[in-house]
C-alpha cells in the first residue's frame, strides 16, 4: 500500500508479541521503520497483547509517550 511508505510525524507504536510467528514479527517491524514508528516486541505477549500482558503493553505506550 502506498499510503503506508509515509513517515508520520504522530508518535506511533507497533508492538507484537515475541511469541507471534516470525513473519508476523517482521511485518510488524518493516511497518514500523515505513512509518518511522517506534516498534516494540513484548516478551510475555502472543497476539492479543491488552489481555496477555496489559503490564507489558502498558509499559511500551508510557515509552512511547514520554519520549513525545
Known amino acids: 500500500n502506498p499510503a503506508l511508505r509515509t513517515k508520520t510525524s504522530i508518535p506511533t507504536l507497533i508492538a507484537c ?3 507471534e510467528p516470525e513473519a508476523d514479527r517482521a ?4 511497518l514500523a521503520a515505513r512509518l518511522g514508528a517506534r516498534h516494540e516486541q513484548v516478551r510475555e505477549g502472543a ?3 491488552p489481555l ?3 503490564a507489558a503493553l502498558a509499559r511500551a505506550v508510557l515509552h512511547l509517550l514520554e519520549a513525545a
Do not use: W
Open 27 to 30: 511485518a510488524a517491524q518493516d
Open 52 to 54: 496477555e500482558c496489559p
Open 17 to 19: 508479541g515475541e511469541a
Open 47 to 49: 497476539s492479543v497483547l
